[in-house]
């Protein structure tokens, strides 16, 4: 049986055209970005004139409005960004997506009435995320797109925070929130809504010296979860959500209203519920990438849900080639499906690149089909329709006309020698009263009720619709017609504004921000290190100089914990645990975390706000990782109200911007190979493990060298954690700071990081020293720091952003 209330349904517009065709297809909130601020800056976007109209065309239907703001933001954008939301608060704008952390304090601070929901940038994995972010005022919570369903459920069942969800669309191969490829690859931050979907791009994988696998070996297929809404729905999700503010009306037009027919039948006939074959044609033929796949719901990741042969849409397989003569040009095709004059298609050679055209004669499944086109086909060649005019033309007449309408009631009263009156109202307490013409008795034809009903109740092109009209009138009365239409249009005009009024909020003063002063530059550092392995880490206990090392949480370190914390107490270092990079509340990690609050430990390393509300009251030191995306003063000052003792600042950061953002309590990576992704989808287990859908492969605890290079030949070595069988790919060059440290050192930050992660202990070593010597004196460089930097200089390695920054 149905779950509690009918979860909304929410859809995407990129456009206004993308935000009619969700309207009057069935949604209940669209959700959509202007044309600052917001991620997808690649989507057509609004401009504030146009968000004010997409929010009353909506609120005039019913349908809520949120506007996306989900991305991180510079020191120097957040005043900009708060006027942005001085206006969209005016407008009636129903709720924010929202990711800075430090954006979301300024929100809180100058508007606390507007609605807040949590975008899935801020890498929700958990129930100890949700209810965090549900304390700090957000309604909702977009969960991370890898949770499946017996994960939910326990989320929802155990918050009072509503959940949502992504349920058709585009997947990230990346956790959303801890990709950083895009940026250092191009300088385009996906976090700042720039993404240049590096993901989209062919790679082949190696073992060594081994070629394993080639193609788009991080291209994920689209989800689909029509066939299991049910269990989406008994999960307790409160908002079903439709990826795709980049794709086009049709696309949202014809998503969306398969959506509202599933859940309503759901809702309807539980029983009974059963998705047509018809249907799952649609939403092939709109966007597939090789089919679809259940994401994560249903599955922990696999082959399965790649689309390893081509990273764009496919369209609806409706043929095969049955002969060819190149001589001729002359391919003949056995259809499968009908094609109609307009429809584009394209047939898949097998050496590319494939080759199309369009359809100019109309023709029904089962048919022979002869086309003039010149390219390597052969007879078998698998024949697709890209574009559906059929499909598309139906879906366009959904919005060209609004069909979507607004139930209202009304009493209409009819007295003799006293004005025609009209009340109106809606079902969310807006209400007027209007009056026109005196009635006057009838000298022979009287008026009757069914001819006044039938003009009263004719809304046309209002956005309303009679859901019951109550007529009161004496028997014997007159009225013209035209008396009758000015009434109903000024009552219907008075409700429309009656209904914007309340959706609009009263413009508040905006304080401007205080101007905060740039921090004294603090030239003495302390050096920290972040180690992966024993090797590693015995390696940086030995070197003088290091203030501080943090263990990542394996079960190498959980095992020598103690022997680690005493080693460190004998040299005066600190030691803390890193907590894990994706904490999905596995019962493993659950008792280590147990384990290290128990320890002597001085510290953690937190990943995400769950995990800094499950530390918060241990009485250790608390920093705040570089992962939750700090990129301006104010979420620094939220990491350390929460209790966080120093905060990492964002490796997107330029110098610039740490400058006038950091204090001693701040810390900078300057060292290591970067974590470019962090991915469920493994390509060590898809490809040379044979992972299909369970959680674990065959390479479990491998010991190889993996790595992917891209088509510029470019290396990105491949971290594995078989234990909770995740995945990080590193840049190929390290971030190495040496050549231009006393640059990187002349700021506020207390401390600097250098991160090892495939290094051995000799490497490890060889570095850090380097750095501790630098670190105590930039001025001083032995010959044997001179010698690591024209190694490293041949090598190869990277600045980072600290020079560049990001767009």
Not at 109 to 119: D, Q, T
């Amino acid at each position: 049986m149905p779950f509690g209330r009918k979860p909304e349904l929410l859809a995407p517009a990129g456009s206004m055209e993308s935000l009619r065709a969700a309207v009057n297809n069935g949604c209940d909130a669209v959700y959509l970005g202007g044309k600052e601020f917001s991620a997808r800056q690649y989507a057509g976007n609004f401009s504030l004139e146009e968000l004010e109209e997409a929010c009353d065309y909506c609120h005039l239907r019913g349908v809520r409005v949120y506007v996306t703001v989900n991305t991180v933001y510079k020191d120097g954008e957040l005043a900009g960004f708060l006027s942005f939301i001085g206006r969209l608060y005016h407008m009636g704008v129903d709720a924010l997506i929202i990711q800075d952390i430090g954006a979301v304090k300024l929100v809180k601070e100058h508007y606390p009435a507007m609605e807040l929901h949590a975008s899935t940038q801020m890498t929700a994995n958990s129930l100890a995320d949700v209810n965090y972010w549900y304390g700090q005022g957000f309604q909702k919570v977009v969960l991370s797109r890898e949770l499946t369903l017996p994960e939910i459920r326990h989320i929802t069942e155990h918050t009072e925070a509503e959940v949502e969800t992504f349920i058709h669309g585009a997947l990230c191969v990346c956790y959303s929130g801890q990709c950083i490829m895009s940026s250092m690859l191009g300088g385009r931050s996906g976090n700042r809504g720039r993404c240049a979907q590096t993901c989209r791009l062919p790679y082949t994988l190696y073992c060594g010296y081994d070629k394993v696998a080639e193609g788009y070996l991080l291209s994920p297929k689209d989800v689909a979860t029509v066939t299991i809404l049910p269990e989406l729905m008994e999960a307790g999700i409160a908002s079903l959500k439709i990826e795709g503010r980049m794709k086009n009306p049709e696309y949202v037009a014809g998503v969306t209203r398969i959506y509202r027919k599933y859940i309503d039948l759901y809702f309807e006939d539980p029983e009974h519920y059963e998705v047509s074959a018809e249907d799952m044609k649609e939403l092939t033929q709109l966007f597939n990438r090789g089919g679809f796949t259940e994401g994560y719901y249903t599955a922990r990741g696999g082959l399965d849900m790649m689309s390893v042969e081509r990273p764009k849409t496919w369209g609806l397989k409706v043929g095969m080639v049955d002969a060819y003569l190149p001589k001729y040009r002359k391919v003949t095709i056995r259809t499968r499906e009908p094609l109609i004059p307009g429809d584009g298609i394209e047939i898949w050679t097998q050496k590319g690149p494939h080759v199309g055209c369009n359809i100019t004669k109309s023709s029904k499944a089962g048919e022979f089909i002869t086309l003039t086109l010149e390219g390597d086909i052969e007879k078998n060649d698998v024949v697709y329709r890209t574009y559906g005019k059929a499909l598309n033309d139906e879906l366009r007449k959904t919005w060209e006309k609004d069909s979507r309408k607004l139930p209202v009631w009304g009493i209409w009263k009819a007295r003799v020698g006293e004005p025609m009156a009209l009340q109106l109202w809606d079902n969310r307490g807006s209400s007027v009263y209007v009056t026109g013409d005196v009635v006057e008795r009838a000298s022979n034809r009287p008026l009757t009720e069914e001819a006044l009903r039938q003009q009263a109740e004719k809304m046309g092109a209002t956005p309303f619709v009679f859901a019951e009209l109550a007529i009161e009138m004496d028997e014997d009365i007159y009225i013209g017609i035209s008396s009758i239409n000015r009434l109903r249009r000024e009552g219907a005009q008075a409700l429309e504004q009656a209904i914007l009024k309340k959706s609009k909020r009263k413009e508040e003063a905006q304080e401007a921000l205080p101007e905060r002063k740039t921090e004294r530059n603090l030239l003495k550092k302390r050096v920290t290190v972040l180690v992966q392995t024993l090797e590693q880490f015995e390696a940086a206990v030995r070197q003088n100089g290091v203030a501080r090392i943090y263990l990542e949480s394996t079960k190498d370190f959980a095992g020598q914990l103690e022997s680690c914390v005493e080693k460190c107490r004998q040299k005066g270092i600190e030691c803390f645990v890193a907590l894990p990079r994706v904490d999905r509340e596995r019962p493993e990690d659950e008792k280590r975390l147990a384990q290290y609050l128990h320890s002597e430990l001085d510290g953690f390393l937190v990943r995400s706000a769950g995990q800094l509300g499950a530390v918060a009251q241990s009485g250790k030191k608390i920093v705040a990782d570089h992962n939750l995306n700090v990129m301006n003063r104010s979420s620094v000052e939220f990491w350390k109200a929460q209790g966080a003792d120093e905060v990492c600042l964002s490796v997107e950061n330029n110098l610039q911007e740490i400058r006038a953002m950091a204090d001693r309590d701040c810390e900078m990576i300057v060292y290591g190979y970067l974590p470019l992704m962090t991915t469920q989808q493994c390509p060590v287990g898809n490809f040379a493990g044979g992972k299909k859908s369970g959680e674990y492969c065959s390479k479990r605890y491998h010991e190889d060298l993996y790595f992917l290079r891209d088509r510029k030949g470019e290396k990105f070595p491949l971290m594995t954690d078989c234990e909770r069988c995740v995945c990080g790919i590193l840049n190929g060059k390290p971030l190495f700071t040496l050549k231009f440290y006393d640059e990187v050192l002349e700021n506020a930050v207390g401390s600097v990081r250098l991160q090892f992660t495939k290094e051995g202990p000799g490497r490890t070593e060889r570095i850090l020293r380097a750095y501790c010597e630098m670190t105590k004196d930039p001025q001083r460089c032995g010959a044997e720091t001179k010698q690591l930097l024209q190694q490293m200089s041949e090598k190869g390695s990277t600045k980072g952003h600290f020079f560049r920054g990001v767009e």
